[in-house]
């Protein structure tokens, strides 16, 4: 099935209304039913694509297996006193001899091509601003004898985030000499011979396209806070009208026929992409519950209070520094929830006499014939193998409180 929004191919038990059987059905997964917009992927540059795509060759075929390698080859500006340059050093440090410094500093260096090196260098150089932006700290560094250089990194954006997504080099980084204002609002990804590198949050827009280059090989703007539903403008009222970072990536991982499948076609790198957006989804999850705590537990603070003011000298041991309520999965919580649902239906049904435990085979038709064209392996598209799992698991008995 398509959806009628994107045209992203689904499958029919994804639909919204599963309880109704219907010809043209509504999803949510892949653009939250219309609220979602964001700017498609651009096509790669050519030596991208044909790294990626093209099996036939000896090139081809070393890039796809290495492609973790290849893309983690990008610390900080300057290397310390007396230490050998590192990743995103060598934009900066000794260029003449960059590519065998960075094939240096894998330990695994064996398997790594000096010329496919030479040629992404080359590719991130001509098409990525992020490397733009390094080679302009390089020949700032080169003009001026100034020591003590940040490269800064803007987070905030005047542009619609569903609609602009290309950052201009001018626009995106400002190098300044000296101090910066404590107070200000700022975003440091490196800051040179302090021998410490400052943590870029995972909010904001530019850290997937640092983290991934080679996803994202344009460093294009990603997610962040701000970006606003579709239908916002609408007059519709919605509790929430920014894009989650959970809708955010649903809407990244689906395969849409008029955009760029680099992504979904980057195999091991694609995985690690995936890993850690689901641990960014759920940081996010986490840190609304620690700032909304008094939202999420009222009556259970006034307890605590009242607690406190009997005259318990035991207070502390009554709560928790922070609550996770039962909707967030696997915490003690959740699962004693998932307990008591289950001796409530045995109360009613009985006790199980059998132990079913479900798996999904790789080699199953449906996820043969969608692979098999794309030249990829089920280890490749975990999301695959979670889309057929799903329906099968909750058929033909629907969905289980116990599954």
């Known amino acids: 099935m398509q959806c009628s929004h994107c045209n992203v191919n689904m499958w029919y038990n994804e639909r919204i209304s599963k309880c109704k059987n219907s010809s043209s059905p509504r999803f949510n997964l892949c653009r939250g039913d219309g609220k979602v917009e964001f700017p498609l992927l651009q096509n790669p540059p050519k030596l991208l694509q044909q790294l990626l795509f093209d099996q036939n060759t000896a090139d081809g075929k070393n890039y796809q297996q290495n492609i973790r390698t290849y893309n983690i080859m990008i610390g900080s500006l300057l290397p310390m006193p007396r230490k050998e340059p590192k990743f995103a050093q060598l934009y900066i440090f000794e260029t003449e001899n960059e590519v065998q410094n960075r094939i240096n500093t894998m330990s695994h260096h064996n398997e790594i091509e000096a010329h496919i090196v030479s040629r992404l260098g080359q590719m991130l150089d001509e098409n990525n601003v992020h490397a733009k932006s390094f080679r302009m700290a390089r020949d700032r560094l080169a003009d001026s004898q100034v020591h003590n250089v940040r490269l800064k990194l803007i987070a905030g954006r005047e542009k619609d985030g569903r609609t602009y997504n290309v950052p201009i080099v001018s626009k995106v980084v400002a190098l300044i000499a000296g101090d910066i204002d404590a107070n200000s ?182 996820i043969y014939r969608l692979l098999t064209p794309l030249n990829l392996k089920a280890t490749d598209r975990p999301d695959f193998i979670s889309q057929v799992f799903k329906p099968y698991k909750e058929s033909p008995t629907g969905k289980s409180t116990c599954m």
């Not at 007059?235 to 395969?255: H, I, P, V």
């Not at 980057?266 to 999850?285: A, D, H, I, P």
């Open 185 to 366: 609002k700022r975003d440091i990804i490196v800051e040179t011979q302090n021998g410490q590198l400052q943590r870029i949050h995972e909010l904001h827009c530019r850290y997937l396209g640092l983290q991934y280059p080679l996803l994202f090989p344009y460093g294009e703007d990603e997610y962040r806070p701000d970006i606003l539903h579709h239908d916002t403008l609408s007059g519709k009222k919605r509790k929430r009208n920014c894009l989650t970072m959970k809708e955010w990536f649903a809407y990244r991982l689906q395969c849409r026929p008029n955009e760029a499948q680099s992504l979904l076609h980057s195999r091991k790198l694609f995985q690690q992409f995936v890993v850690e957006g689901y641990t960014m989804v759920e940081s996010e999850r986490l840190s609304y519950i620690i700032n909304n705590q008094k939202k999420l537990r009222v009556d259970k603070f006034c307890s605590l209070q009242d607690s406190l003011d009997a005259g318990t000298t035991k207070g502390l041991s009554k709560g928790k520094r922070v609550i996770l309520p039962s909707t967030f999965v696997g915490n003690p919580r959740y699962m004693d929830q998932l307990y008591f649902h289950g001796i409530a239906i045995c109360s009613h049904v009985g006790f199980p006499n059998l132990f079913i435990t479900l798996t999904c085979n790789p080699n199953c038709p449906e």
